[in-house]
């Protein structure tokens, strides 16, 4: 499985690079990676990717992730082959990454439908800023509507190309973008 048209759509690094002028997160966990991963390498102290495999066209993806990124030290990959729905197998492995990571930030774009269950998921564990791709569209296979945002976090979102959402809150980010 070769990683073309550079690994999926970056349009998230438009609103990601205006964060990462204000922030350098220190543990940053993702779910789903590909190029991003580079970039976000570059971008933090510290990247865990979580890629749920939900079909046997995934199987290689992470072989050819890592091979792009080498060995570098501030880097892990997971990979947790899964049925694409939210499960209490999913969660509780979810809950122990963020128990044990503590991510002070989480960017959730998955090749699983279960998007706004992650999302929620982190809010609920007082991940200090949580980013989301592919916002614009896929209401109902992701289930955005049914993210509940928790009182002192605020939602930004970047409606360029496939939509990326901040919910956020850290002051530094709530005041300056």
């Keep these: 499985m070769a990683i073309d048209n550079g690994g999926g759509n970056q349009d998230h690094r438009n609103l990601h690079d205006r ?32 890629e749920v495999i939900v079909n046997p066209t995934q199987e290689g993806w992470t072989e050819e992730v890592l091979k792009l990124v080498g060995d570098n030290p501030n880097y892990k990959a997971i990979d947790f082959p899964h049925e694409d729905k939210f499960t209490e197998e999913l969660k509780m492995k979810i809950e122990f990454l963020l128990k044990n990571i503590k991510p002070d930030f989480v960017f959730v774009d998955s090749g699983c439908h279960c998007r706004a269950d992650i999302i929620n998921l982190c809010l609920n564990h007082g991940v200090p800023s949580v980013t989301a791709h592919d916002t614009n569209h896929g209401f109902e296979a992701y289930g955005w509507d049914n993210i509940v945002v928790p009182n002192g976090y605020i939602v930004k979102k970047d409606t360029n190309g496939e939509g990326t959402t901040l919910f956020t809150k850290e002051e530094v980010l709530i005041n300056n973008l």
């Design 19 to 50: 964060i990462f002028n204000l922030i350098r997160p220190k543990n940053f966990l993702e779910f789903g990676l590909g190029i991003g991963t580079l970039y976000f390498l570059d971008k933090c102290d510290r990247v865990i990717s979580f």
